[in-house]
């Protein structure tokens, strides 16, 4: 894979992050998805029980099986309405991890870096250094 500059992904992301704001009704309306203040998507999917049939009938392994079809449906679903909006290669899936017996949480967000890592570094480093920066030169100001 070919090497992206730092601000090739800023400009990326704030490309992806234009296009998932634009649609974000669109996803919820379709999808039942929601978007986060780190621009992920993200959905708790209830597999139906009219799918699972007899819960009583089925080992795990089975419930596993039905389920894994259910989301993989489901991120080609979303994977090709992203595809549609123009976000091809800059979307990933993050996490898809078992909430419930028959529920599943799917996290989709930028592919190029982990956006809640980069707006965790810019809420919890930058802004805090550049406002302690700020008082020190205006006290250093008025002293002097």
Known sequence: ?????????????????KTIKDCKNELFQSFGSKVDNAYRIYNVINIPEDIIGE???LRKTDI?????????EYSVELSNFLNKKGLNELYDFYEVSKVDKYSYLVVIGFSLFKSNRYYDIIRWRIIPI???????????????
């Open 1 to 17: 894979m070919k090497k992206v500059s730092f601000f090739k992904k800023i400009k990326l992301f704030n490309e992806y992050k």
């Open 55 to 57: 819960p009583y009938n």
């Open 64 to 72: 596993d099986k039905i389920a894994d079809t259910f989301i993989k």
């Open 130 to 144: 550049l406002s302690l920066s700020f008082i020190i030169s205006l006290l250093l100001f008025l002293i002097l």
